[in-house]
């Protein structure tokens, strides 16, 4: 398998099925001369119809990908998590109810891809961390792809989907190797967690950069003799409720590390599934490690407060150990 | 040009057909039978029936809150229509949608949306479909001048005349928006003044007279067909009811005077179609009652047909989510 990046994979993704399907339809900012590196090449082979660079106009065109969904195309809309904010009408009240409200006669399928920029000094306004917002919104697919085999393959799925599905790229995968498969047909399926490292101690979920963290607090802590088990969940919605809470009857204990903030969280939704429905596997309290429930600062002295970190994850680990 | 015979009849029965419907909510609300806000279209028939009588059935339109009107006068049957208000599972969204949501896609219907402006992308996005996919259906989206002021409507036309998209912005300007008159919220004296700044013709038309709805209608379908863009029609029109049913409060509220509204209700677009008919030998007196009678007994039927109609069971609840997996 050859090894590639997490943007050269999601754009390897969006190749293969615009090549597969004349339907898929690209749309977004500056997507021709591919400023952020997942669409270079597309519009010198797929043409101007299909590679659309839209004016700065959220809820105009998140709304146009919706209705251009009703009338056949498969339209990919690359964006940024804080422009959600300025598309919200479309996409909560059209992108996530247009199907149930119109009695299953709406059928809407359109990906959204939005870059998760956060650590970065970008401030309040280009760092956020918004699944959680539309994880529980019903009716949309949240994906979170944590490393380029991922990427494509659930993007691949995504494309092929009927559903509105919003994946979020976060920062700290986004600059990850890995080996990916080049078989066009290569897909990663919704609502399968992956189980990242195995350990009989304490069970560590990581969501989006999550992951990272977890991963590393984990090799860290087997140094000392503590064996975690990591697990990716790469899809919030829909979620492997089964795969955490078998991992947890095996360890007794959860950690969840989640970049978002934390109330109202995908963490503190987690923790609460298990400590409704794996209570009696637990040998100590859930610890959440999220970002602190304040705004992202600017000054490179503050803002690295306010997220999770290995640091962090290995103390809640210890913790829950006792 | 005047549409010829039979298609002068079938507006005069889609218009009535909609009166009629609509004076069957009003007296079903009032008994307590259809629950929730409703927005009646009476008074504003002419400008759904001009419309979509240039339209082909494959074309599509995107409605609005106030969009009782707009799935009939493209062709979708009444019964759905009044089934779903009950909240039957033969509705046309099997009772999930309501009032506000009242779309028949088996006509082209591309959703009718309770959030003022917001089907207006969405439309725009069907006429991208259409110039991509090089096809030739054009689509048509309803919203009023208070939409007019949403930046979602300024956004899309913006898009639409960009790309040169198959778009008819058809604003129902009914003078009202809930109680603000459109001298007070918009910065233009006619809606239709702000298509040069999109670099679309715009045009304001008598929107209680069917046959010129339908003429304007039709100039900016050909040129939407013929791939030279979008258009913004504004259509002048009055609401002959309030706001919304189940609302008591803006009755109270002296939005119009009592001569304004008897003044607006002189020129009932129904009267005015029927007028025409008879004054162009289109039909008779006779022809035009039993239009009339025959659209009657279709909306009691309905009513009957929704009144028997089962409400969706508990597992109906869940479905309808996703495609994929249910």
Known sequence: MPEINYINALAAATAEEMRRDPTVIVMGEDLRLSVYGASAGLVEEFGEDRVIDTPLSENGFFGAALGASLCGLRPIVETV????????????????????????????????????FYARGAAAHHSDRNYNIFMSTPGLKVICPTNPYD????????????DVCLIFEDGIASSSRGEVPDDPDFLVPFGVANTLRTGGDCTIVGIAGGVDHAMKAADQLAIEGIECEVIDPRTLVPLDEVAILESVERTGRLVVVD???????????IAAIVARKGFWSLQAPIITVASAQVNIPYSPALEPLVYPTPDKVIAAVREVMG | MLPDNPAMHEMYRRM???????????EIHSAGELIGPAHPYIGEEAVAVGACAALRNEDRIAGNHRSHGHPIAKGGNVKGAMAELLGKVDGFCKGKGGSMHLADFSVGILGESGIVASSVPIATGAGLAAKVLKKDFVSLVFFGDG???????????????????????????NQYAITTSYKNSVS????????????????TVDGQDAVAVHEVVSHAV????????????????YRFEDHSLGLDRIRKVAYRSDEEVAEAMKRDPLDIHRAAMLKGDIATEAECDEIENAARAEIA????????????????LFEDMYADDG
């Open chain 1, 151 to 162: 990427a494509k393959g659930l993007m691949k799925s995504a494309v092929r989907s009927n």
């Open chain 1, 259 to 269: 970049p978002a903030h934390t109330t109202c969280s995908a963490a503190s939704e």
């Open chain 2, 222 to 237: 050909a040129r939407a067909r013929a791939g030279d863009g979008p258009s913004l029609v504004e259509c002048m029109t």
């Open chain 2, 301 to 316: 039927d309905a009513l009957e047909f929704a009144r028997n109609s089962p409400y969706p069971e508990p597992e109906a």
């Open chain 2, 147 to 173: 939409a007019s002021n949403q930046g979602a409507c300024h956004e899309s036309m913006n898009m639409a005349s960009l790309w040169k998209l198959p778009v008819i912005f058809l604003c129902e300007n």
């Open chain 1, 81 to 116: 998590t804080s422009f959600f904010w300025v598309g919200m009408d479309q996409m909560i009240s059209q992108a996530a109810k247009m199907r149930y409200m119109f009695g299953g006669q709406a059928t809407l399928p359109v990906v959204f891809r939005a870059r998760m």
């Open chain 2, 16 to 26: 009535c057909l909609i009166r009629y419907f609509e004076e069957t909510v009003i």
């Open chain 2, 188 to 203: 233009v004296d006619n809606v239709a003044d702000r298509a040069p700044a999109y670099g679309m013709p715009g045009v």
